[in-house]
């Protein structure tokens, strides 16, 4: 978290200075760096991409809402409804010609904005991780100052707020069994069930288990996953349906 003097937050922050000395670009040769800035401190982050190696190529735009309606916090010239998260690239170099394009990506994985609620202080919106996921499938992925909601297959995370005596979040935001007699929360590592259709209606594995859906259904492990992840305008050319979640 970048430093600034304009509100206090509940949790110990590094300075700019501190943050931009990390050795962030030890830790990989080319790659994609994500991090996300204060509105005060887009130039700083910049920067700090640049120090560690990465070309800032884009940005996502998180749009916060709560109960439907868009959040508005107060800022300096203008109020604040959202955050930004940088994009960076790192080439791998390769002899005379110098960086080239080695990286194996996706290309065009969603659209840079990300409309979400807000939860807990500070607390990201999961869809970044299921857009990080598409972009670089089986991808090893590290996450820096996580916390206990961060959470979740195939990424290696970090952080002093980690552990057991920190409360756990939810990877499935508080999602239920929407079946009327139910109605129940659905626990992190229990499997759940989901029309593979645009309604995403969402079913427990005891609830499945009874056999009583006759609609097609997709097994969905974790969060993860990206199920809830849409590919804006992008139908499948075969079926022509609006693709959800990962695409091929």
Partial sequence: MFSNSNFKLDYNTMSNSDI?????????????????????TMDIGTKCMTRWGYEVI?????????ADKLVV?????????????????KKKKEGRGGA????????RPSANVII??????SQKPDEIYSIIDVLMPGARKLEIFARNHNLRPGWFSVGNQLGPEYIRGHQYKDL??????CNRLIPDDEIR??????????????????????????????????????HTNIKCDDCQKQIHGVRF
């Fill in 20 to 40: 931009a000395n990390l050795e962030i670009g030890q830790l990989s040769d080319a790659g994609f760096c994500f991090l996300w800035v204060l509105n005060s």
């Fill in 58 to 66: 884009n940005y996502i735009v998180w749009t916060k809402t709560n």
């Fill in 73 to 89: 916090n107060p800022g300096y010239y203008f109020h604040h409804s959202h955050e930004i998260c940088l994009v960076g690239i």
């Fill in 100 to 107: 080239r394009d080695s990286i194996l990506y996706t290309r």
């Fill in 116 to 121: 979400e609620s807000v939860r807990k202080s």
């Fill in 176 to 181: 239920k069994c929407e079946v009327p007699s």
């Fill in 193 to 230: 069930y989901r029309t593979n259709d645009c309604r995403k209606l969402n079913v427990c594995h005891s609830c499945f288990k009874q056999g009583k859906f006759a609609d097609s259904f997709v097994a969905l492990a974790t969060i993860s996953q990206c199920e809830d992840l849409e």
